[in-house]
């Protein structure tokens, strides 16, 4: 696995500390993971049905 560093919003990572507080996710990793999982699925959705609109594009 690679090591990636990344700055957020302290507000959203309230979040995710919440989320894995809750027990949804064992840990902010996992959670950021399955985000990027979520974000990389919804993008081969949306290839394979370009009606859909994706995530924003910068």
Same mark, same amino acid.
């Given at each position: 696995m690679e090591r990636v560093t990344l700055r957020i919003p302290k507000q959203q990572i309230e979040e995710v500390e919440r989320? *894995?507080?809750t027990g949804k996710f064992p840990n &902010?990793? !996992? =959670?950021? &993971?399955? =985000? *990027? &999982?979520e974000m990389i699925n !919804?993008? =081969?959705d949306d290839e394979r049905q370009p009606e859909r609109r994706g995530w =924003?594009?910068?």
């Open positions: 989320m *894995v507080d &902010r990793s !996992e =959670a950021i &993971r399955s =985000a *990027v &999982r !919804e993008q =081969a =924003a594009k910068v």
